[in-house]
């Protein structure tokens, strides 16, 4: 018996769950984000370097940016790995990271850890301030 030719499916408008590193960005991390930001509104690496950069919340000019990123394993929630960029920092490190640049070292049983904010901060002083935009 002949069938009728099928029907497209209608485009599934709803909003997808995120998953994985995307479920991070969501209204809870957008609380967490703020609050910290609050408490810290001054971009840490200019700072580092002498500079006074507002990276307050509202009027984007600034993030709470993962030292270690979510992707690579950082903790999405711990405010050890949180830290106040102004979005030109930002950048810059996104950019670095982009080209293999991270924020672990190898601990004493070869696995991933996080290097000290400190270190962090130098070491985005010494590698990642150069990086043009
Ligand atoms: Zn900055």
Redo the contacts with the bound molecule.
């Keep these: 018996m002949p069938s009728l030719p099928k029907q497209p499916r209608k485009k599934d408008n709803r909003p997808r769950k995120a998953s994985g590193v995307q479920s991070t960005y969501n209204s809870v991390w957008a609380r967490i984000s703020t609050a910290y930001r609050v408490a810290n509104p001054l971009?840490?690496?200019?700072k580092h370097v002498g500079?006074l950069?507002d990276?307050s919340p509202g009027d984007f000019k600034?993030v709470t940016d993962h030292i270690v990123r979510v992707a690579a394993g950082g903790h999405p929630r711990d405010a050890e790995n949180f830290m106040t960029?102004?979005k030109?920092?930002?950048t810059r490190k996104s950019i670095a990271e982009g080209h293999g640049f991270s924020f672990e070292a190898v601990g004493n049983y070869g696995e991933m850890v996080p290097v000290s904010r400190l270190q962090v901060l130098d070491k985005l002083k010494r590698d990642v301030l150069k990086i043009k935009r």
């Design positions: 971009c840490e690496l200019c500079k950069t990276a600034g960029l102004c030109d920092c930002h």
